[in-house]
Every structure is written in C-alpha cells, then in structure tokens.
C-alpha cells in the first residue's frame, strides 16, 4: 500500500517526465479561457459566433492591390529592423494628424509583427525579473501572460461597469504598490469597450510622473471610437519621454490577419526595442508593410465607412441586451459589447456554455479576460445583421427560459446616453 | 443622409420589419420615411441588381452618344425627357465633353436596339447624331461584381 504522499509523489514524477523539457515558467502560464472555449465552439456546426475578435470585412482592395503590386515588383526582402523609411513616415505623418503627436520617424518609430509584437519586446526590453506591472482587469488576453513571459508580475487594476469601464486614477493608485515599473494601459478596451476619460487620464498621467512609471499605451482601437473623441495619454505633461505608444493596423483598416503594427517612443526605448526584435523577428513582413503605407496614407474614408456600419450593429445590439434583462452599458468604441449576465443566475463560464448548448451561439465569458470579467460576457459584433438579428432572438429565448425577465424598452433613453 | 435610405443603400436584402430592428424604430416610421423620401423624389424605385447576362429578355445593351441642338427656352431639357420617356431607355444623363446625352438601352436583341435607334431616336426633330456602341460583356453592376473568385471569408470562430 502507498502513502498518499508517495502517490502523489509518483504522479508528480511521471508528470514531470512528460513536461520535464517545458520550462517551469511556461508551464506556469495559465490556459487561455479563450482557449477553452474556441475548442468548445469548434466541434459544433451551425454556431452563431459573437465571439469573434476581428472584423468580419475584409481588407478594402485597394490596400490588397497595393500589396499585390508589391509582390508583382519583386518586394521579397528583408526591410530594416525598424521597418521600411515609408513606412515609418507614413506612420509618423498619421500618428501627427490623428492623433496630434510628433514622433520622428528615423529614430522613434519601430514597426513590428502585430500590435502582440510589439507588447512582448516591449516588456522583454524594460522588464527586470520581478518588476511589477500595473494592467486594467478585465483587459486583453495576452497582456498579463506576456508580462508572465518577460518575468515580470502583474498586478491588476479594477475596471467596472459602473464607470463604463474606463480606468480611474483612484483605482491606479489603489491598485499600485511599490516595485512597480510599469503600467499597461490598452483604451478603448478589448474585451469592455472602455474609453479613456479625460479627466481619469490626467490625473492617471501626474501619477506615472509621480511614481516614474513607463506606460505602455495600446490604442488599436482608436479610430473606432464612436462618441466624442479619442485622447491618447501622451498629450498629457510629461508622458511623451516615458509612454511606449502601440498601434496597428488591424482592427480599423480590417488587416488582422496581415500581422503589421508599430510602436513610437523616445529613441532610447525604440532602441531597446530594437534590439530584441532584430533577434527575434528580424522585420515585418516587406509585403504588409507596403500595404500599411496604403492603408495609413489614403485609407481613412474606408475606417469611416466601416465604423458606420460598426456603429449601427452597436445600438442594435446593446439595446437588444438591454430590452432582454441583460444590463449592458454603450461602448463608445470598438466592436464589442460586454453585457452582465448576473441575472440569469450563473456564472460567466456556464452561461457561456448553456448558450452554447442550448442556443448555438458564441460568446467569450467575461472571465476568460480576467477575475473583474466574472458576471459578464464578450459580444463581439463585427458580424452581419442576419447573424446578429438571429443571435439575439436566441440568446433572448435562452436568457428568458431561466426566468429573467425582459426590460420594457426604452430604448431612447439606452440608446443616447 | 436619412438613417433609412442610408441602410437601403449598403445593398443588404432587409425586409421593413429586419431594418425596424436594426434601426431602433417602430415599422411604421421605416414605412412612413420610406414613402416620405418617395414622394420628395428622393427614391425613386425598386429593382434588384441582375447580372445583364443572366437577364435573358434584355441581354444586349446599347450605350448611345446623342448630340442635340438646345432650344431657347430650357436647353436641353425637353429634348432630353422626350428621349427619357421611352420604355426602351433605361438612362439617359446630360453629359460634358463631345456630345450631349448618353442614353442606354436595353432589348432582347442587337437588331431591336438598332431598330430603336435609327427609327425612333434619330428622328427626333434636334438630334443632330448618334453613335451607338454595343456593351459586350460586364465586369461589374452599380457597385456588384459580376466574376470574382469566391471569397473565402472563413474567420476562426473565437479569436481574442
């Protein structure tokens, strides 16, 4: 007869003969929630997915035709590390229109595989083992991984829906603690639609100052804010010499799967940067560089048009959850809506899978995006209307078959907050 | 531009009741703008976009350049509708540049077009002269294409 102790021993052992070539810190990275549920969703046919992270068009053909002119020209090189010089400028010219930020190109731009990209050498070039990062909970799913990655140690900051998911100043300064380097900020949200608030985030700023934090400031999804206007924190005293500023192309010029983003900083950053991902990556892509110059450069009217449409599934969507018992605030910006499911009883991960099971539709449980996401779920609705008209008639019949009752609509007073 | 007549023209096959829920309003007003927008001329009809080829009663189409004398009194314009008014014209625009009108046509056969031209256009009194060219095959239709490889939109069904 075994102890306990000695079996648990011995399945410790074989255990680790299967694992023993993993390293331990890798192990220790938790599974994605959005994993998990991707493996659900995938063996079943005639799902309606609303959990779909990228837009559902399809990148406007003049962007493709610029790379497909590239491609014709022979354009197959490896381009500098830091990115092609027309792209850099470009990047440089739009981040100064749009965004009233200089950044000059030679030095303080660096484009990279992904905004994922340039999360990771980013906190690969400023980490020490141990340091502490301050990040927005619920908050994209890679953001606290990749710290893991970097050997850093992230500490989380409360977001609710009682603010719209934006990030307050007080719950940063709650939430900090000494050790502390840095700060993830990633506004407007994935997965809550959270947008920055200007007060919040100048107030937020005199406190980065104040601690000498770096921030990194992910703001793909600037260009599709719907109400009032996008600030980036870098306009505020004091931040430009300390804010690694990330974007890309992918979500508002609908080129996710291109892999093409950027980071500007004070040179001395865009340097470390720099050489991290010279031995990693190398460059982007020649090919979807070219295309980013295109899209950068004259694809505004196509952002517009797509936003629109964006827009419109919005209110539909949120005033559908609304209507049904399923509290859900506007998201000014990006593509999805992140209802509260609390009155149906269950938690975010059940809900997720009875819907599922029940009603074949997909949503991301809001959990999957960290412990502030529980008693929610991600609706993504960069999908068209006949999904989404169906998707909410079904999740509807599920929420009410648990006894939630509707909302009489007054969806003016939702719709125009 | 109105909310309605903006969703109209995205192209999507929405019934009143699909485009009452997506917009947030009663039917009745999408009815009642709908024939608001009718009555001030702003739409005009509906007709689904064919392929020309797969429209087996109309599958040759003339595009005609028409020079016309203006009048006195309203240049163009009488002319113009006179031209317009005929069953066999499916547009007719005042153009810039070597000639007046363009007008296109469309009959089952080259020979009807033909007909339609040199027995009913051309003598019209102030058409000065036509020159009728043949559309030969379409690549794209107001906004659809016609031949395009099928696009594979497959998306992953959950991605972060």
């Given at each position: 007869m075994v102890s306990p102790l000695t079996q648990r021993k011995l399945n410790l052992f074989v255990e680790n003969s299967e694992?023993?070539?993993?390293a331990d810190h890798v192990i220790g990275l938790p599974r994605s929630g959005i994993r998990d549920f991707f493996e659900l969703v995938a063996g079943m046919k005639d799902v309606i997915s609303l959990g779909i992270g990228e837009p559902d068009f399809t990148t406007p053909w003049h962007i493709r035709e610029a790379a497909i002119y590239s491609i014709e020209k022979g354009r197959t090189f490896y381009t500098s590390n830091l990115g092609t010089l027309e792209l850099r400028r470009a990047i440089s010219d739009y981040i100064d229109q749009y965004f009233n930020i200089k950044y000059d190109s030679n030095s303080e731009v660096i484009v990279t595989v992904g905004v994922s990209e340039a999360m990771d050498i980013a906190l690969r070039a400023i980490l020490n083992p141990g340091d502490k990062v301050l990040y927005q909970d619920p908050c994209f799913v890679s953001y606290h991984p990749t710290v893991m990655l970097a050997h850093g140690v992230g500490v989380p900051i409360k977001t609710d829906a009682e603010s719209a998911f934006t990030i307050k100043a007080a719950e940063v300064k709650k939430s900090w603690v000494p050790g502390c380097k840095a700060l993830i900020i990633n506004l407007p949200c994935n997965p809550t639609g959270g947008v920055a608030e200007r007060d919040e985030l100048e107030e937020i700023a005199r406190f980065a100052v104040e601690k000498d934090l770096i921030v990194i400031s992910d703001e793909i999804y600037a260009e599709l804010t719907y109400d009032g206007e996008h600030v980036s924190i870098v306009n505020f005293p004091g931040m430009k010499e300390r804010t690694i500023f990330l974007h890309g192309c992918s979500k508002a010029w609908a080129m996710t799967g291109w892999r093409l983003g950027y980071a500007c900083a004070p040179a001395v950053l865009i340097e470390a940067m720099m050489k991290v991902h010279q031995y990693s990556m190398m460059c982007a892509s020649i090919i979807a560089q070219d295309a980013a110059v295109e899209a950068l450069r004259n694809g505004y009217d196509g952002v517009q048009k797509m936003k629109q449409q964006y827009r419109r599934r919005r209110d539909l969507v949120v005033r559908r959850f609304n209507e049904m018992g399923l509290t859900c605030h506007l998201p000014q910006a990006t593509f999805y809506a992140f209802p509260n499911i609390e009155s149906t009883g269950l938690s975010s991960v059940e809900f997720a899978k009875q819907l599922l099971e029940k009603e074949k539709v997909a949503m991301v449980p809001g959990s999957a995006f960290g412990e502030f996401g529980e008693g929610f779920a991600r609706c993504s609705f960069a999908t068209g209307y006949d999904d989404l008209l169906e998707a909410c008639n079904r999740i509807e019949r599920f929420v009410a078959s648990l006894g939630v009752k509707s909302a009489v609509a007054a969806s003016d007073s939702i719709q125009k907050i | 531009m109105n909310e309605v007549l903006k969703l109209l023209t995205e192209g999507e096959r929405l019934n009143e009741s699909q485009m009452a829920e997506i917009l947030g309003m009663p039917e009745e007003v999408v009815n009642e703008q709908l024939s608001t927008l009718k009555e001030k001329g702003v739409l005009l009809g509906w007709i689904p976009v064919l392929n020309p080829e797969a429209d087996a009663e109309m599958t040759v189409r003339g595009v005609i350049e028409v020079k016309i004398t203006p009048e006195r009194e309203g240049g163009f314009n009488r002319l113009a509708q006179r031209i317009a008014r005929f069953d066999e014209v499916e547009s007719c625009y005042l153009m810039s540049g070597s000639y007046d009108l363009l007008v296109v046509v469309r009959q089952s056969t080259l020979h009807k077009v033909a007909s339609f031209v040199s027995e009913r256009l051309s003598t019209i009194?102030?058409?000065v002269s036509t020159a009728t060219h043949f559309m030969l095959r379409a690549y794209k239709e107001q906004g659809f294409l016609i031949e395009q490889p099928k696009e594979d939109k497959e998306r992953l069904d959950v991605s972060p």
């Amino acid at each position: 007869m075994v102890s306990p102790l000695t079996q648990r021993k011995l399945n410790l052992f074989v255990e680790n003969s299967e694992n023993r070539f993993v390293a331990d810190h890798v192990i220790g990275l938790p599974r994605s929630g959005i994993r998990d549920f991707f493996e659900l969703v995938a063996g079943m046919k005639d799902v309606i997915s609303l959990g779909i992270g990228e837009p559902d068009f399809t990148t406007p053909w003049h962007i493709r035709e610029a790379a497909i002119y590239s491609i014709e020209k022979g354009r197959t090189f490896y381009t500098s590390n830091l990115g092609t010089l027309e792209l850099r400028r470009a990047i440089s010219d739009y981040i100064d229109q749009y965004f009233n930020i200089k950044y000059d190109s030679n030095s303080e731009v660096i484009v990279t595989v992904g905004v994922s990209e340039a999360m990771d050498i980013a906190l690969r070039a400023i980490l020490n083992p141990g340091d502490k990062v301050l990040y927005q909970d619920p908050c994209f799913v890679s953001y606290h991984p990749t710290v893991m990655l970097a050997h850093g140690v992230g500490v989380p900051i409360k977001t609710d829906a009682e603010s719209a998911f934006t990030i307050k100043a007080a719950e940063v300064k709650k939430s900090w603690v000494p050790g502390c380097k840095a700060l993830i900020i990633n506004l407007p949200c994935n997965p809550t639609g959270g947008v920055a608030e200007r007060d919040e985030l100048e107030e937020i700023a005199r406190f980065a100052v104040e601690k000498d934090l770096i921030v990194i400031s992910d703001e793909i999804y600037a260009e599709l804010t719907y109400d009032g206007e996008h600030v980036s924190i870098v306009n505020f005293p004091g931040m430009k010499e300390r804010t690694i500023f990330l974007h890309g192309c992918s979500k508002a010029w609908a080129m996710t799967g291109w892999r093409l983003g950027y980071a500007c900083a004070p040179a001395v950053l865009i340097e470390a940067m720099m050489k991290v991902h010279q031995y990693s990556m190398m460059c982007a892509s020649i090919i979807a560089q070219d295309a980013a110059v295109e899209a950068l450069r004259n694809g505004y009217d196509g952002v517009q048009k797509m936003k629109q449409q964006y827009r419109r599934r919005r209110d539909l969507v949120v005033r559908r959850f609304n209507e049904m018992g399923l509290t859900c605030h506007l998201p000014q910006a990006t593509f999805y809506a992140f209802p509260n499911i609390e009155s149906t009883g269950l938690s975010s991960v059940e809900f997720a899978k009875q819907l599922l099971e029940k009603e074949k539709v997909a949503m991301v449980p809001g959990s999957a995006f960290g412990e502030f996401g529980e008693g929610f779920a991600r609706c993504s609705f960069a999908t068209g209307y006949d999904d989404l008209l169906e998707a909410c008639n079904r999740i509807e019949r599920f929420v009410a078959s648990l006894g939630v009752k509707s909302a009489v609509a007054a969806s003016d007073s939702i719709q125009k907050i | 531009m109105n909310e309605v007549l903006k969703l109209l023209t995205e192209g999507e096959r929405l019934n009143e009741s699909q485009m009452a829920e997506i917009l947030g309003m009663p039917e009745e007003v999408v009815n009642e703008q709908l024939s608001t927008l009718k009555e001030k001329g702003v739409l005009l009809g509906w007709i689904p976009v064919l392929n020309p080829e797969a429209d087996a009663e109309m599958t040759v189409r003339g595009v005609i350049e028409v020079k016309i004398t203006p009048e006195r009194e309203g240049g163009f314009n009488r002319l113009a509708q006179r031209i317009a008014r005929f069953d066999e014209v499916e547009s007719c625009y005042l153009m810039s540049g070597s000639y007046d009108l363009l007008v296109v046509v469309r009959q089952s056969t080259l020979h009807k077009v033909a007909s339609f031209v040199s027995e009913r256009l051309s003598t019209i009194e102030g058409i000065v002269s036509t020159a009728t060219h043949f559309m030969l095959r379409a690549y794209k239709e107001q906004g659809f294409l016609i031949e395009q490889p099928k696009e594979d939109k497959e998306r992953l069904d959950v991605s972060p």
